[in-house]
């Protein structure tokens, strides 16, 4: 919940669904997982500049719920390529105060890939740099599900009166409890739609669509994502005379 963010000028939250690694390598006669290399490398470079850009929090759609209906050896692939990336890359995250978690339904992951994301999450926990959420195995629906299930087990418990639950309640069983909304969703690669993303979280946000391919996005990309949400006016409901009133 962060209604207050209608003064914010910069976003706080960027939350990103990558997509297009498919087409790029396509396009250059290559293999799809030369796409998805190329967007694990575009993914480093977008985390680098947020963190000059002083964002706070960025969470990245890497694998969602619907992806695991993807040929097998495609997730095979995938999958072996988020713990080769996670090895590589987590201490360098630490080196810069990056603090990492990930989102979604860790059930059906791979152990490998279970214990490099719970590693990595240990080792970064106290860092205050950039918030870095990735996205694995993650669906809207989901997410909602799991709080209402959670919220249900606290009632039959009597643990909880169906009537005390509201938004806040309600908000605080979700993945990113606690995290500010995102200000600003941005998704690559054509689409105009959210794909499963945080449904609950982006209700407010600011949506930009852009035509690069994920692996070709980049800090200068980023730079007039973030400038073009400068320039949108938040209104939370409200009316833009209401807004002016301050
Ligand atoms: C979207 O392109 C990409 C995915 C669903 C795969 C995972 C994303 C990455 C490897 C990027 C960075 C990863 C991390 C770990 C932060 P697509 O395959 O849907 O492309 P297409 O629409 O062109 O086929």
């Given at each position: 919940?962060?209604?207050?963010n209608q003064s914010i000028a910069y976003p706080r939250h960027i939350s990103i669904v990558m997509d297009g690694n498919g087409r790029w390598a396509r396009q250059r006669g290559l293999p799809r997982n030369a796409g998805h290399r190329a967007g694990v490398?575009?993914?480093?470079?977008?985390?680098?500049?947020?963190?000059?850009?002083?964002?706070?929090?960025?969470?990245?759609?890497?694998?969602?719920?619907?992806?695991?209906?993807?040929?097998?050896?495609?997730?095979?692939?995938?999958?072996?390529?988020?713990?080769?990336?996670?090895?590589?890359?987590?201490?360098?995250?630490?080196?810069?105060?990056?603090?990492?978690?990930?989102?979604?339904?860790?059930?059906?992951?791979?152990?490998?890939?279970?214990?490099?994301?719970?590693?990595?999450?240990?080792?970064?926990?106290?860092?205050?740099?950039?918030?870095?959420?990735?996205?694995?195995?993650?669906?809207?629906?989901?997410?909602?599900?799991?709080?209402?299930?959670?919220?249900?087990?606290?009632?039959?418990?009597?643990?909880?009166?169906?009537?005390?639950?509201?938004?806040?309640?309600?908000?605080?069983?979700?993945?990113?409890?606690?995290?500010?909304?995102?200000?600003?969703?941005?998704?690559?690669?054509?689409?105009?739609?959210?794909?499963?993303?945080?449904?609950?979280?982006?209700?407010?946000?600011?949506?930009?669509?852009?035509?690069?391919?994920?692996?070709?996005?980049?800090?200068?990309?980023?730079?007039?994502?973030?400038?073009?949400?400068?320039?949108?006016?938040?209104?939370?409901?409200?009316?833009?005379?209401?807004?002016?009133?301050?």
């Amino acid at each position: 919940m962060n209604s207050d963010n209608q003064s914010i000028a910069y976003p706080r939250h960027i939350s990103i669904v990558m997509d297009g690694n498919g087409r790029w390598a396509r396009q250059r006669g290559l293999p799809r997982n030369a796409g998805h290399r190329a967007g694990v490398r575009a993914a480093r470079k977008v985390v680098e500049a947020c963190g000059e850009r002083d964002i706070e929090i960025l969470t990245l759609f890497a694998f969602s719920s619907e992806n695991w209906s993807r040929p097998e050896t495609e997730v095979t692939l995938l999958m072996r390529l988020f713990v080769e990336s996670l090895q590589r890359e987590v201490q360098d995250l630490h080196k810069n105060k990056v603090r990492l978690r990930f989102l979604g339904d860790r059930t059906s992951l791979p152990i490998a890939l279970i214990r490099q994301m719970e590693s990595s999450e240990r080792l970064t926990a106290s860092n205050e740099g950039l918030k870095l959420n990735v996205a694995v195995s993650y669906g809207g629906r989901w997410d909602l599900v799991e709080a209402a299930r959670l919220l249900a087990t606290r009632v039959a418990k009597g643990e909880l009166q169906p009537e005390q639950i509201d938004e806040a309640l309600f908000s605080a069983e979700l993945s990113l409890a606690g995290v500010a909304d995102p200000d600003l969703f941005i998704r690559t690669g054509g689409e105009k739609r959210v794909s499963n993303f945080l449904l609950w979280n982006l209700a407010y946000s600011e949506f930009l669509f852009s035509d690069a391919l994920w692996p070709d996005f980049d800090s200068v990309l980023l730079d007039q994502a973030i400038d073009d949400f400068t320039q949108r006016r938040r209104r939370f409901g409200r009316t833009t005379e209401q807004l002016s009133a301050g």
